[in-house]
């Protein structure tokens, strides 16, 4: 199944070297995704750390920040 693409408001199938461009941004996309949520993952882990090292509740730490 060919992509397709939209080119000045034609729509037409990807030419081969579009669609190995293509999948290959989708790729690094994807890769890039799943390492920001992996980040978030380890940012969450590491205040909640943090949280517990110091005896605090989310709402205690927010309540003293905020």
Known sequence: ?????????????M?????TA???????AKAEA???????VA???ARQAVLEKLGLTTDEAAALLG
């Open 1 to 13: 199944m060919a992509l397709k693409i939209n080119d000045n408001g034609i729509d037409r199938e």
């Open 22 to 28: 293509h999948k290959a941004w989708q790729k690094i």
């Open 43 to 45: 940012k969450v882990a």
């Open 15 to 19: 030419t081969t070297e579009e669609e």
């Open 34 to 40: 799943e390492a920001q949520a992996e980040a978030q």
